[in-house]
């Protein structure tokens, strides 16, 4: 059986992915807003969703900015504390007085723990307030430092406190729903076991949210591989879906452009910025899970991974065999 050059690549494609990217659910490629690739793996269909990890961020940007647009919240410059007035600093800290949502947004703000104390966190009635406590310290404020769970919270706070609405209805108003974009409800677990269990289910539905209803930020949403590439193509076309501007193009331009750096890597307002001149930005969380966009090129790629500890860089997979496959594709 004869077999044209692209069917060729994509099965070489698909070899690679599965000897060395074997944690891949689902990728979808789109060029010029239309699918030109979707592929799912181990069993995943179209229908599957999966927890994204620290694509979470990337949405809670994509939340903050809308907040912005509709006057919320009335700069990226405000204080953090002016959002939290009945939150009592503790002893003679000083240092969180001055942290700034901007500070927030760019990961530069200064934490008063070496590492992160999960099971504190876990085990705390309000994960916003255990963020608080651990916001400012000793440390600079403008120095890159990336913090994976206990932190972002903080901004889920300045939603509600905002909008007078929890973090996932505030999505779903202003975002999910006009994507097409289904996230059932909150996730709340009782236990330590009710928790390891939710990360083995294999297609898990909603949002993790703390004891009081608080939704995540820095993890604990679940997505399809489409949805992903829908929050892609969003941001590719500035801000516009089906011909209503769901978010103001100037946030996009300053969220995916570089505000902070992390050794070789540059940092927007929670968007990983790969390419500050192309205009190349990622989402991106554990295991290898992508919400890669490449505004020259017109082309969005997601991809979709089940947890997998030191997974293989995806930006690689990306820049070396899916872009050049379909950057020509109509």
């Not at 969703?49 to 940007?61: A, C, G, R, Y």
């Not at 949502?101 to 760019?106: A, F, I, S, V, Y």
């Not at 996230?183 to 703390?210: P, T």
Request: one cysteine or more; aromatic letters at 12%; proline letters at 2%.
């Amino acid at each position: 059986m004869n077999l044209d050059m692209n069917q060729r690549k994509k099965i070489m494609l698909e070899k690679i992915i599965n000897s060395s990217y074997n944690n891949t659910a689902g990728i979808i490629v789109l060029k010029n807003g239309k699918p030109v690739y979707e592929k799912y793996y181990n069993g995943y269909t179209a229908t599957n969703n999966l927890h994204v990890f620290s694509v979470t961020k990337s949405i809670i940007s994509i939340l903050i900015g809308i907040a912005l647009d509709k006057g919320y919240i009335k700069s990226i410059n405000q204080k953090v504390l002016d959002f939290f007035p009945d939150y009592a600093v503790k002893g003679g800290e000083r240092t969180i007085q001055d942290v700034t949502l901007k500070d927030m947004m760019t990961m530069t703000a200064p934490y008063k723990y070496k590492s992160e104390s999960y099971e504190e966190y876990f085990t705390s009635d309000n994960w916003v307030n255990s963020a608080l406590d651990l916001l400012g310290g000793k440390g600079k404020i403008g120095e890159f430092r990336y913090t994976p769970l206990i932190g972002p919270d903080i901004l889920s706070g300045v939603l509600v406190k905002t909008t007078g609405q929890s973090v996932l209805d505030f999505a779903t108003e202003n975002l999910f729903s006009l994507l097409g974009i289904n996230v059932e409800g909150n996730i709340v677990f009782r236990n330590k076991e009710e928790q390891l269990a939710w990360y083995k289910e294999k297609n898990v539905r909603g949002w993790v949210a703390d004891p009081q209803g608080v939704n995540t930020a820095g993890w604990g949403l679940n997505l399809t591989t489409m949805d992903m590439a829908k929050i892609g193509q969003l941001y590719l076309d500035e801000g516009r879906w089906k011909d209503k501007q769901i978010i103001s193009t100037e946030w996009i331009y300053e969220s995916t452009k570089e505000h902070s750096r992390c050794g070789k890597l540059s940092y927007g307002y929670l968007w990983w910025v790969i390419d500050n001149k192309e205009h190349i930005y990622a989402a991106m969380g554990d295991g290898g899970n992508i919400i890669y966009v490449n505004a020259k090129k017109k082309m969005v790629i997601s991809i979709a991974c089940l947890f997998m500890p030191h997974a293989k860089d995806r930006i690689k997979l990306i820049k070396e065999y899916i872009e050049p496959m379909f950057e020509n594709c109509d």
